[in-house]
């Protein structure tokens, strides 16, 4: 009888085993596809974000603290937001590894957002204040009502 529960129990174990390593499976492969927050060949780093959809009109916060605002760049497409700004300072990351020290330098902030849906370019407002830059842009509009005579 204690042997057919600890048969079951075994199996219980095995099959947790195997869920376990199917979920570390996806975590690494999810993993693998993301990439760093910068680039230091091109010395810039990538700002933070937000997107809201405000049902006519999407909403992209970027955090861009310590930029030299008359070097702000704001591009705006029907399918991408591009951003860029050089920093006030550059910024300087040490990493020391086993007998290595490595260092990178950033000049300035990059990032070039794909949108989730279609924008009118000209209806953008765009407004920077505090270190935050505010873009509000209306969707692109999908079909019209024509009214039957």
């Not at 009118?120 to 039957?148: C, D, N, Q, S």
């Amino acid at each position: 009888m204690s042997g057919d529960i600890d048969e079951i129990f075994r199996e219980y174990f095995r099959r947790i085993q195997r869920a376990i390593r199917r979920i570390e499976e996806e975590i690494e492969k999810e993993l693998s596809t993301l990439k760093p927050m910068w680039d230091h060949e091109r010395e810039c780093l990538e700002p933070l974000y937000d997107i809201i959809d405000e049902g006519d009109e999407i909403k992209v916060t970027f955090d861009l603290p310590y930029i030299k605002r008359d070097t702000l760049s704001v591009n705006i497409g029907e399918h991408e937001i591009v951003v860029e700004a050089e920093l006030k300072e550059e910024m300087r990351y040490t990493s020391y590894n086993v007998g290595k020290r490595r260092e990178i330098c950033f000049r300035r902030f990059y990032k070039r957002l794909i949108l989730p849906e279609d924008v009118e370019p000209k209806g953008a407002k765009v407004t920077y204040k505090r270190g935050f830059l505010i873009i509000t842009v209306p969707k692109k509009r999908k079909g019209y009502r024509i009214e039957v005579e």
